[in-house]
Each structure stands twice: as structure tokens, then as C-alpha cells.
DNA sequence: GTCAATTCACATGAAAGAGACCACGGTCTAGTG
DNA sequence: CTAGACCGTGGTCTCTTTCATGTGAATTGACGA
């Protein structure tokens, strides 16, 4: 009677209490009705774009800071609050908000302009015009009608990183061009050394104004914490001294609150499985087992067959946790390829790999001479043994290959 | 022993090609009145 | 006459190859003490 046990299984389900009140307050894209402490990086942007609501164009505004600093909140916070009184007075200004990193969304100049021509109701496909045609309508669409538009460009260094800086020269040259429209670019990234990288012109022209979000500390995490878990969760099913650890564990990772949030949400969750009433300390280990895990596989799991047969490569050659290099690694490869009977790449494509599974954090690479015995990468696993064996399972099934 | 030149094994950059995907306009074809 | 199928052209985008250049310290070998 196995429908029956799954009957019942719901059925006690239901009847159990609940550990979470409100689980959509813990995920990341939820913008609380108060931030705290981002009091003074509120006020700062709020002061730069105070100017558009007398019709003015504020300056440009570049928002920098770790993952995890309330740079998207409190941008996205700070323009929703503006919203509210320019609606109120009948304001003609408009916030998009785009996240450059989105694939096939916003991470080349085509798209991008693309997806704010689809905020401006246009249907654009996906490919096939030429980027200078896409570029004159989104022109004559901003054009037709007065406003102000406050572009939020987050993870902007992604976009620049594949599309180049032309693209932001464009944008900040669009004012001196549109008659009726202004646009102010609020630009956001976590790469504090990114504006390094730009073209003079546009660097002046982009960072008129610069943010600095500094890491949060464990007791404010903790506040943060605090105010989300009443909102999420019943009162009594939170441990004891569990809020306090999780900011512990989040603070030690450069104060990244949506890490702590991630713990939190995730740790109710496994205690919810295991049909416990409340979170334990030991739920939070388990959630962060469980997150860096799915992580890691998820991450394999998605990766191009060349990618994974490289991974495999360097799982096999690291066998004890010591270094190797490239060449072994390519050999080793080439010979998976003969294995599995697919194409192998050049050593110069196998680099870039590399390097790119190394920015994934499954691997640690990095670039050291061996002197007169010439330069190469000394290639580490950054993964516990344990994921390690997980990783190689996963993949030789994948793959076909079983040595 | 000192010091500059050499050398290795790749790293790193730039450019260009291949192939997938897509829109658009023109042409062909079959169905309809 | 018209809707739909089909084709060629021209565009974007990603992945890859090819060619060229760069790099940093161990090693080598000349030189002088």
C-alpha cells in the first residue's frame, strides 16, 4: 500500500507545525521594508539623485563592495523609495534595474540594449539585427517621450569584461544626443579594482560619484539575521545561539550577508526534512556541507564535456593534494579524449580552461616559474577529499571513462 | 664567487574562423474563391 | 489572390585555433679575484 504511506505522509505533513512562517523573506531577491546599517550609503545616493526630481540630471554614481554589502539592496531601495514620491507628483522618471551577469539576458551590448528596449514594452529578438539598428530604436524610444532614466547596471564588470568599455562611452555620450530624455547610470560591481581597467573618458564620466560598501561585521550580520528570522520563521523554532553563529560563520567570509541568509534559509530546511521542530547548531553545520556541495556539483554537473574531462584530468593527477602542472594535465587529457573519442583541444584552449575552473573555485591555479624547467601553472584542489571521490564518480559517469 | 645571458615550458594576447542561431525579404507553391 | 514554405543573405555570439609575443628564475658560462 504505497499510496497509502505517501497519503499519510502528506497528511502529517500538514498537520506538523511549520518551521518557516515566510520562507520568500530569506531569499535573496527580497527587498525588506527597512535596511540597516546602509544608513549613510542610502543617504549618499539618495543626495546625488535628489536632483532629478527637479528635473536636473544627477550625476553618475559607481557602487562598489564584496558580494553580500547591500549594494543591490540599497540601490534598488533607495530608487523604489524615490519612485514612490515621483509617482506621487506625477515625475516622468523611469528605473530599470538590469543584472549584466544574467546569460543569454544582459551580458553583451546587443542584449543589454536589447532587454531595456523589452522594460520599454518593445519586443526585440534575440538575434539577428545589426547592433547599430537596435541602438537607433532604443534612441527613438527614449526619445519619443520625456523622462529621466536612472539605469542600474549591476555586476557591471561582467558586461564590460565581454563586451567592452565602447558600450558605456555610448551610454554616457546618449545625453549630449537625446533631446527630450536624460539618463543617469548607477553603475554596480565587485570588483574594486574595475574601474582600473577603463577607458580614461569613460572612467571620468562614469564614476562622477563613487560608493564604497564596506563588509559587514558579525554583530551587524547578526541584527540583519535577527530581523529576517522574524519575519521567516516561528519564534521558537529558532536554536539557541543559532542566529549568533550564523554571523559567525557568514563574518568570516568577508561579512557576506546573502551567505548568512543562505545558511539560515537552508539549515530550516534540512531541519524541516528531518522533522525537528526547531534549528540546531548542528543544522547549520549540515547547511553548510550542503550548500558548498551543491555548489560544486551543480557547477560540474553543468560544465561542457571538455571542461569536464579537464576536471577529471586534475582530479586523477592530484591524486595526494600535490601540485602539478599544465603539460601533465594536457597529456592526461589527451589521452581521457582518446578514451571517450572526443576532439581534444589545443594545450592553449586547455590553459584557459584551466583558468577558468580555477576563477569556479573547484580548483586553485596558480602561475609560478620553475626556472630554467620554464613557466607553468601549479594546479591545486581546493575541494575536501570527500567531494573530491563525489566529484570523480559524477563525472566518469558522465563521461564514460573509468580507470 | 659574481653577474649577465640563456633557456625552458608554458602563459598571455590578438585575430580570425567555424558553426549555431536568428530575422528579414524575396520567391515559389498549393489552396481558395 | 493569398497564406505558408523555403531559401539566401546578413547579422550576433560562443567556442576554438593559429600565430605571435611575453615571462621569470634555474642554469650556464665568462670573467675576475
Known sequence: MKEKGLVDFFETYLLKKPIFTNKLVLQSNYTPDQIFHRDEQVTQIAQVLAPVLRGDKPSNIFLYGKTGTGKTLTAKYTTQQLLKITQQKKLPIKVIYVNCKLKKLADTEYRLVAQLLREYGKQIPPTGLPTDEVYHHFFTTLDKEAHHLLLILDEIDQLIGKAGDELLYNLTRINSELKNTQITLIGISNDLMFTETLDPRVKSSLSEEELIFPPYNALQIQQILQERAKLAFDPESLGEGLLEKCAAFAAREHGDARRALELLRVAGEIAERQNETQIKINHLDK??????????????????????????????????????????????????????????????????????????????????SKGRYGRTREIRLSINEVLVQKVKHTLAEELGIWS
Do not use: W
Not at 571517450?340 to 584557459?352: A, E, N, V
Open 287 to 368: 547547511a553548510e556541507e550542503k550548500i558548498e556541495r551543491d555548489r560544486i556539483l551543480d557547477i560540474v554537473n553543468t560544465q561542457p564535456k571538455q571542461h569536464q574531462t579537464t576536471l577529471l584530468a586534475i582530479l586523477h593527477a592530484c591524486a595526494q593534494n600535490t601540485g602539478v602542472f599544465t603539460g601533465e594535465i594536457y597529456s592526461l587529457y589527451e589521452k581521457y579524449c582518446e578514451q571517450t573519442g572526443l576532439r581534444p583541444l589545443t594545450q592553449r584552449r586547455i590553459s584557459d580552461v584551466i583558468a577558468e575552473l580555477d576563477m569556479l573555485g573547484i580548483i586553485k591555479a596558480n602561475v609560478i
